[in-house]
């Protein structure tokens, strides 16, 4: 069997002394399960996200280590702004906060943090602070860490939609020339690969209108265990399964093992 062939990595984990044949160069998570590990231990629902932050810093350290390039996060959807009104306050004022105590971390681990959403629909001062974190990180980064955000992914393919659409008023496109590439150059993901793994933690099984185009291709993941309990453990068992795994493209097996 082949292995899966995203990225030429062959990376050694100096903590634990694994090595991985081959490593995911995109890592995508849906990052479930906070209420329910709130609900689990007796906490309210803001403990309950505030331990999800604890899991995110561990998740974006191992990346570093593994070489994993970029890892997409999916912390508030679309649909997320429906939820309880305190509850959204309570996330708006936790992203605030990590916005505002976590650049100089994500500087001194050479991370370029990328927000990807609807931000409009954010206060003034968290645009601000987005803006602000996007730029100082911007320079010198091994990984870059993307946070979807008051996102979804039929948002994300209108408004690349919408974008095209202006071209061909305008004359600058023909519409019979549109390809898959303008749409995917279009996405808020334009410049970066596509996801090679996707995880989603606490047993659910959807996408939950996540990078619906980006995933194509992407090799499927699930874990039972809610996201504040996802370890570094359960992010190498991913990356374990994922290094198994034969990517197909849509060709036969025997294609893949003879490498046309
Ligand atoms: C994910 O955890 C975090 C967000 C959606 C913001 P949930 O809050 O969805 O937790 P469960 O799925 O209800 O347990
Ligand atoms: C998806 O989780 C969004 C995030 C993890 C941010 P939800 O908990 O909102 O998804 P559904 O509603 O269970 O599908
Ligand atoms: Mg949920």
Same mark, same amino acid.
């Given at each position: 069997m082949t292995e899966a062939s995203a990225g030429e990595t062959v990376s050694i &984990?100096?903590? $634990?002394?694994t090595s991985l044949p081959v490593v995911p160069r995109h890592v995508a998570i849906i990052m479930d399960g906070n209420n329910r590990w709130a609900k689990k231990h007796g906490k309210g629902r803001l403990a309950g996200h505030r331990a999800g932050v604890d899991a995110v810093r561990k998740v974006i350290e191992a990346c570093g280590d593994y070489g994993v390039e970029v890892l997409t996060l999916f912390a508030f959807s679309s649909e997320n702004w429906n939820r309880p009104q305190d509850e959204v306050r309570g996330l708006m004022d936790l992203f605030l906060h990590a916005l505002k105590r976590e650049v100089k971390r994500l500087q001194r681990h050479k991370i370029r943090l990328k927000v990807i959403g609807d931000i409009s629909q954010f206060s003034p001062v968290i645009q601000k602070y987005i803006h602000q974190a996007e730029e100082q990180t911007a320079h010198d980064y091994k990984v870059t860490l993307v946070i979807a955000a008051s996102y979804g992914g039929q948002w994300d393919i209108t408004e690349a939609t919408r974008k095209l659409a202006h071209q061909v008023q305008d004359g $600058?496109?023909? =519409? =019979? &020339?549109? @390809?898959p590439e303008h749409i995917q150059n279009n996405l @808020? @993901?334009?410049d970066l690969p596509p996801p090679d793994l996707l995880i989603r933690t606490s047993g659910e099984h959807r996408i $939950?209108?996540?990078l619906l185009w980006q995933c194509a291709y992407s090799e499927f993941y699930f874990a039972d265990v809610l996201w504040p309990d996802f370890s570094r453990e359960e992010f190498l068992k991913a990356l374990r399964e994922f290094a198994g795994r034969q990517r197909r493209f849509g060709l036969t097996s025997e294609q893949c093992e003879a490498g046309t």
């Open positions: &984990d100096t903590v $634990s002394g $600058s496109l023909n =519409a =019979a &020339d549109i @390809t @808020t @993901t334009g $939950s209108n996540f």
